[in-house]
């Protein structure tokens, strides 16, 4: 019972640098956690799935396209949940995406266990 862990470097608008970021990023997982990883490049795509987009391939099209618009360079393993959770949350630390303000649970304050807002909250029910 696998899952895919996939970190899509294109939002990085350096196609370039995406082989040796994506290498690094290999080595990383593969030195931290000795897993074998794959990568792909979504500009081997057929054309029949950009139809409807009207996407003309420039030079520039990573400084000017949307993100949605561009071609995903994708790396990623073959995990089990429990170790994508771990190499997920060490991603993060690594690329320093973990939101410092974010909190653990959703509740709101002041309501008590068992009862929501929809419950009435008047002593109803």
């Known amino acids: 019972?696998?899952?895919?862990?996939v970190v899509d470097l294109s939002p990085?608008?350096?196609?370039?640098?995406?082989d040796t970021v994506g290498n690094e990023l290999k080595?990383?997982?593969?030195?931290?956690?000795?897993?074998e990883s794959f990568m792909y490049s979504g500009e081997e795509k057929e054309d029949s799935e950009d139809e409807g987009l009207n996407i003309v391939e420039t030079e520039d099209q990573y400084e000017t396209r949307p993100i949605y618009q561009l071609p995903p360079f994708l790396v990623g393993w073959n995990v089990s949940r429990q170790d994508g959770k771990k190499i997920g949350?060490?991603?993060?630390?690594?690329?320093?995406?973990?939101?410092?303000?974010?909190?653990?649970?959703?509740?709101?304050?002041?309501?008590?266990?068992?009862?929501?807002?929809r419950s009435g909250?008047?002593?109803?029910g």
């Open 12 to 18: 990085l608008r350096f196609p370039e640098d995406f």
């Open 1 to 5: 019972n696998e899952d895919k862990l």
């Open 27 to 35: 080595a990383i997982v593969q030195a931290e956690y000795n897993l």
């Open 89 to 117: 949350k060490y991603l993060a630390e690594t690329f320093d995406t973990i939101e410092k303000s974010a909190s653990n649970s959703k509740k709101q304050r002041g309501v008590k266990p068992g009862k929501g807002r």
């Open 121 to 124: 909250g008047y002593g109803i």
